[in-house]
């Protein structure tokens, strides 16, 4: 492997736009789950009625049966599967 000096004609604008894309995303995307979390912790930890509320909701969320969800799980692992494929077929695309 030849390691050269980035050049000028080596930068190239989309990149530099898609990571930084990639970047505010996802940081977008953590900061509004951990407000949405933090908002139905205190919600369920405000009084003794939400606190038993809260209690049932994670005992039905525990009690939920994986058969019932299989096709949905297995159309994630697919969609998954062909995501990794995608982005493993990238490394070898050379637009020159």
Same mark, same amino acid.
């Given at each position: 492997? $030849? %390691? *050269?000096?980035?050049?000028?004609?080596?930068? /190239?604008?989309? %990149?530099? =736009? *898609?990571?930084?894309?990639?970047? !505010?995303? +996802?940081? =977008? &995307? !953590? !900061? +509004? $789950?951990? @407000?949405?979390?933090?908002?139905?912790?205190? =919600?369920?930890?405000?009084?003794? #009625?939400?606190? &038993?509320?809260?209690? =049932?909701?994670? &005992?039905?969320?525990?009690?939920? *049966?994986?058969?019932?969800?299989?096709? /949905?799980?297995? @159309?994630? !692992?697919?969609?998954? &599967?062909?995501?990794?494929? %995608?982005? #493993?077929?990238? *490394?070898?695309?050379?637009? /020159?």
């Amino acid at each position: 492997m $030849v %390691i *050269r000096p980035i050049m000028a004609v080596d930068f /190239d604008l989309f %990149i530099v =736009y *898609r990571w930084l894309l990639a970047l !505010v995303c +996802t940081i =977008y &995307v !953590v !900061v +509004t $789950v951990g @407000q949405s979390l933090l908002g139905w912790w205190i =919600y369920f930890h405000g009084s003794r #009625y939400t606190a &038993v509320l809260g209690r =049932y909701t994670a &005992v039905l969320l525990l009690r939920i *049966r994986i058969r019932r969800f299989a096709w /949905d799980l297995c @159309q994630i !692992v697919v969609l998954l &599967v062909v995501l990794g494929a %995608i982005l #493993y077929g990238h *490394r070898f695309l050379h637009l /020159d």
